[in-house]
């Protein structure tokens, strides 16, 4: 078997974008064979605080709602950390799209609730994947352009299962497509993912100090086990 014969998608909906503030509204984990569906797992939370009406336009999600009907935010986060660890501990990829976002957002709710350290290896980042086997193809890389790229569907965008499906889905198409160009086994992979997303980083920062500010530092977390701008990522580790 090749590492994207049988995927793990993670996904979460959250209350803001600050991975060392926002808490988790809602998951999904989601396990897909040969890019088939065969058994999901969901949770609705309780967050604690206030769904900014914000977040709440992008995954419908309201505070009155997650009161109601999810559960307290120590117990979801604690059993969405074990589905999790199961996962990777069981050494299958965890498909999870721009994974420094949803894993130290991850790693920050298990710190608040002293539910130990999170570490998240080996992961499958179909963002870094595919800038790496399509370097030069124009426009952005979010995930409703990067799943259009690859004839990937997906009907309810910002709807945690939906969104984690699509990751797997295009991680699955990546495989199929380039897995020449890529090594078989996950965990090379993930050490290979790295070394790639340190370049585009890299790329990145140079491009952001040339055109718009020479004194420009990225705030955003490390790729799991790498680095961002010569700092080690210390949320995901």
Same mark, same amino acid.
């Given at each position: 078997m090749t590492w994207y014969d049988r995927l793990v998608a993670f996904d979460t909906e959250t209350t803001g974008i600050d991975v060392? &503030? &926002? #808490?988790?509204?809602?998951a999904c984990l989601v396990e897909l064979q040969q890019g088939?569906?065969?058994?999901?797992? %969901?949770?609705l939370l309780d967050p604690g605080v206030e769904i900014p009406e914000q977040a709440t #336009?992008? !995954? =419908?999600?309201? &505070?009155?709602? $997650?009161?109601?009907d999810g559960m307290s935010a120590a117990e979801g986060v604690a059993s969405i950390l074990q589905a999790v660890r199961g996962v990777l501990d069981a050494g299958i990829g965890l498909v999870v799209y721009n994974a420094p976002y949803d894993l130290s957002l991850l790693a920050h709710e298990a710190e608040r !609730?002293?539910? +130990?350290?999170?570490?998240?290896?080996?992961?499958?980042?179909?963002?870094?994947?595919?800038?790496?086997? %399509? #370097?030069?193809r124009k426009g952005k890389r979010t995930l409703d352009l990067t799943a259009a790229a690859?004839?990937?569907?997906? *009907?309810?965008? !910002?709807d945690a299962g939906a969104d984690a499906i699509a990751a797997a889905q295009i991680? !699955?198409?990546?495989?199929?497509?380039? =897995? $020449?160009?890529?090594?078989?086994?996950?965990?090379?992979?993930h050490r290979a993912q790295i070394g790639w997303a340190a370049e585009q980083q890299a790329d990145f920062a140079r491009y952001m100090r040339q055109r718009v500010n020479p004194d420009? &530092?990225?705030?955003?977390?490390?790729?799991? +086990? =790498?680095?961002?701008? +010569?700092?080690?990522?210390? $949320? *995901?580790?």
């Open positions: 060392r &503030t &926002t #808490r988790i509204v809602s088939e569906v065969v058994k999901r797992q %969901d949770w #336009r992008v !995954h =419908g999600i309201t &505070t009155e709602r $997650a009161r109601e !609730h002293r539910l +130990g350290a999170l570490l998240p290896q080996p992961v499958v980042d179909p963002i870094i994947l595919d800038k790496q086997v %399509d #370097r030069y690859y004839g990937v569907p997906l *009907l309810d965008a !910002h991680a !699955h198409a990546i495989g199929l497509r380039y =897995g $020449a160009q890529l090594p078989d086994d996950v965990w090379e992979l420009w &530092t990225s705030d955003r977390p490390a790729w799991p +086990g =790498g680095r961002v701008d +010569g700092d080690v990522s210390m $949320a *995901l580790s």
